[in-house]
């Protein structure tokens, strides 16, 4: 298994610039969420989502749009870069239920700049 | 709302000595609670978890934690530090037998040990 994997690992942007950040799971995992992660402020979640066809926001949501069309793929996508975006994102995995309360399987991360 | 503090930011500690790496957290319900370790450049790895039942959770690379109800801790402990130890390391919550409610993670606490 490849676990967790995000692309791209590093990206520079422009403000105003849009893009997607990629994450894939060979898992099968229901679970899927995405964090930002900034000196001092640990991680803070983005969006999440509970299985295919639906998410739900996090603690941070603005500027962030995400959708989960299949098991396997949870992209992020930032409609329009703001420099307050720079920061490392991670994508995370999990099989959840509602008894073991399996633990999170991040990805590499993803550094993102924005000019 | 459920939430998780590290008091320290840093805690340094002379390899070979015990260490203890503290977490407090809040949440309405029955907590699942969590720790991860972070090295450089990397994506979050998961140590331990308590779900229910003894209070003494043993996890990967000889990391242990107690959790303690009455005083609403669970605190990363290890007997003797190796220098290998040094990263950061999070704690997190979630509500348990509640699904697939989201992860909480507190800010970090960096480790640091001296040889």
């Known amino acids: 298994n490849a676990g967790v994997t995000q692309t791209p690992k590093f990206q520079v942007l422009k403000t105003g610039q849009s893009m997607t950040l990629q994450c894939a799971q060979d898992?099968?995992?229901?679970?899927m969420s995405w964090y930002r992660q900034d000196p001092g402020m640990g991680l803070r979640l983005i969006h999440y989502?509970?299985?295919?066809?639906?998410?739900d926001q996090g603690e941070v949501p603005n500027g962030y749009n995400v959708s989960r069309s299949t098991t396997e793929d949870f992209p992020l996508r930032l409609l329009s870069a703001a420099p307050s975006q720079t920061s490392v994102y991670f994508c995370?995995?999990?099989?959840?239920?509602?008894?073991?309360?399996?633990?999170?399987?991040f990805g590499p991360g993803t550094r993102l700049t924005v000019t | 709302a459920q939430s998780v503090a590290q008091p320290e930011d840093q805690v340094n500690v002379a390899e070979g000595n015990p260490l203890t790496v503290k977490c407090t957290y809040s949440?309405?319900?029955?907590?699942?609670l969590f720790w991860y370790v972070q090295y450089p450049n990397r994506g979050l790895q998961f140590l331990l978890k308590?779900?229910?039942?003894?209070?003494l959770v043993k996890g990967s690379y000889g990391f242990e934690a107690e959790f303690n109800k009455s005083q609403t801790s669970f605190h990363l402990k290890k007997p003797s530090a190796l220098v290998s130890d040094s990263a950061l390391y999070f704690c997190a919550v979630r509500v348990g037998s509640s699904g697939n409610t989201p992860l909480v993670f507190g800010k970090g606490t960096r480790l640091s040990v001296i040889a």
């Open positions: 308590y779900i229910t039942g003894d209070n």
């Open positions: 995370a995995s999990s099989r959840e239920s509602r008894t073991s309360g399996g633990p999170q399987y």
């Open positions: 989502s509970v299985g295919a066809g639906i998410t």
């Open positions: 949440v309405s319900g029955n907590p699942y």
């Open positions: 898992m099968n995992h229901e679970y």
